[in-house]
T-cell receptor
């Protein structure tokens, strides 16, 4: 079975500051990794994904994430946040071999302050 | 065109009632899902279904049942609604092992 940990339930940050949202996972098999964003009262939208290849992946809205296999981490970063980035962010994994569903982390609430 | 659409967006109903939430995807995906998001934003898989297999999360009460008239639809039926069923329910779809595309959610309030 897989599990996903997002240690920070809330991250307040001032506008134009950099931010990192942490994600660690546990799995006995290889996984694909994803970050989703949920804006207030909306569904989840895919930000970026890591399937294979370069461990640094770029997503929409200026976000990027780096896969670190040894640390089983997939932290999300943005060099300069905007008010509009205020949302809930979810990290998720799914086994490469298939047969199971996404496992989501508990989410991190990013609040961008003016 | 909305890729994954759910109706209704809001649903308020009394305890004991039976209700349905509809979901349709126009992406040609082979698998559809229902997730429940509780008040703490935690996402929990309820069902996954493709035209071959229905996988049910064993913790889901049997008052909840998915029904798929065809590959593009996966509706959620809930019998004898309880207060604890209040949550946001998300439908999603994917190609096998691909990224999920989510609907915008149905906020269910049981009073």
């Amino acid at each position: 079975a897989q599990s996903v940990t997002q240690l920070d339930s809330q991250v307040p940050v001032f506008e134009e500051a950099p931010v990192e949202l942490r994600c660690n996972y546990s799995s006995s098999v290889s996984v694909y990794l994803f970050w989703y964003v949920q804006y207030p009262n909306q569904g989840l939208q895919l930000l970026l994904k890591y399937l294979s290849g370069s461990t640094l992946v770029k997503g929409i809205n200026g976000f990027e994430a780096e896969f670190n296999k040894s640390q089983t981490s997939f932290h999300l970063r943005k060099p300069s946040v905007h008010i509009s980035d205020t949302a809930e962010y979810f990290c998720a994994v799914i086994p490469k071999a298939g047969g199971q569903n996404f496992v989501f982390g508990p989410g991190t609430r990013l609040s961008v302050l003016p | 065109d909305t890729a994954v659409s759910q109706t209704p967006k809001y649903l308020v109903t009394q305890m004991g009632n039976d209700k349905s939430i509809k979901c349709e995807q126009n992406l040609g995906h082979d698998t559809m899902y229902w997730y429940k998001q509780d008040s703490k934003k935690f996402l929990k898989i309820m069902f996954s279904y493709n035209n071959k297999e229905l996988i049910i999360n064993e913790t889901v009460p049997n008052r909840f049942s998915p029904k798929s008239p065809d590959k593009a639809h996966l509706n959620l039926h809930i019998n004898s609604l309880e207060l604890g069923d209040s949550a946001v329910y998300f439908c999603a779809s994917s190609q096998t092992q691909g990224a999920y595309t989510f609907g915008s959610g149905t906020r269910l309030t049981v009073v």
